[in-house]
Nanobody, 117 residues
């Protein structure tokens, strides 16, 4: 199970940190991802991290502004978002998949991020 939290209403240029608490299983061999769905648009990839070696990947739109990380002790994945823009407004979802699985198997419930100009 994945529980996302940390969203809110901020102004352009502000920062937020999203959290994704994982429970119910070991995710040591998983790739953890963040996705977002803006109003009227499809859900898109934002960032991912391999739990085992912390290798990361980012969408071009967030490179240099967002940082994904994980805390083993807390079994939690974070998405630190800096220099937020109105176009970052979306519902953010965390997800997990086994590294051998091409599709994400587990999804959190989403957390709303709204960035005002």
């Amino acid at each position: 199970q994945l529980q996302a939290s940390g969203g809110g209403l901020v102004q352009a240029g502000d920062s937020l940190r999203l959290s994704c608490a994982a429970s119910g299983r070991t995710f040591s061999n998983y790739r953890m991802g963040w996705f977002r769905r803006a109003p009227g648009k499809e859900r898109v990839f934002v960032a991912a991290i391999y739990w085992s070696n912390e290798r990361t990947q980012y969408a071009d739109s967030v490179k240099g502004r967002f940082t994904i990380s994980r805390d083993n002790a807390k079994n939690t994945v974070y998405l630190a978002m800096n220099s937020l823009k109105p176009e970052d407004t979306a519902v953010y979802y965390c997800a997990a998949r086994d590294v051998a699985n091409p599709r994400y198997e587990y999804w959190g419930q989403g957390t709303q991020v709204t960035v005002s100009s």
